[in-house]
């Protein structure tokens, strides 16, 4: 099993970026993805997961309105876009596959290495 998050960078406040993460080595539709984002000084936060088989997702409030998460079957991946970014966005974000759709990380036994998001002002 492997996930690879890709899409990171530098963006300005108020600008957008998609976050990519590509799975292998498991029955996609059968998982949940969640994300997960890590900023200097802070606890890991849980900030959207989607139950794939049945394309239901759920939100941090922190991110609610901001983030949208979506999959793409025919090339395992699931996309995080995030607009309207602010400074407090800045993190390292990851994906995790699980058996449960929940922000709570221990239920995610599988991550990926992370891909830095970083919002100047």
């Known amino acids: 099993v492997q996930l690879v998050e890709s899409g990171g960078g530098l963006v300005q406040t108020g600008g957008s970026l998609k976050l990519s993460c590509a799975t292998s080595g498991f029955r996609f539709n059968n998982y949940k993805i969640g994300w997960f984002r890590q900023a200097p000084g802070k606890e890991r936060e849980g900030i959207s997961n989607?139950?794939?088989?049945?394309?239901?997702?759920t939100y941090a409030d922190s991110v609610k309105g901001r983030f949208t998460i979506s999959t793409d079957s025919a090339k395992n991946t699931v996309y995080l876009q995030m607009t309207s970014l602010t400074r407090e966005d800045t993190a390292i974000y990851y994906c995790?596959?699980?058996?449960?759709?929940?922000?709570?990380?221990?239920?995610?036994?599988?991550w990926g290495q992370g891909t830095q998001v970083t919002v100047s002002s």
């Open positions: 995790a596959t699980g058996p449960v759709a929940t922000t709570i990380e221990t239920y995610y036994p599988t």
């Open positions: 989607i139950t794939i088989s049945e394309a239901t997702a």
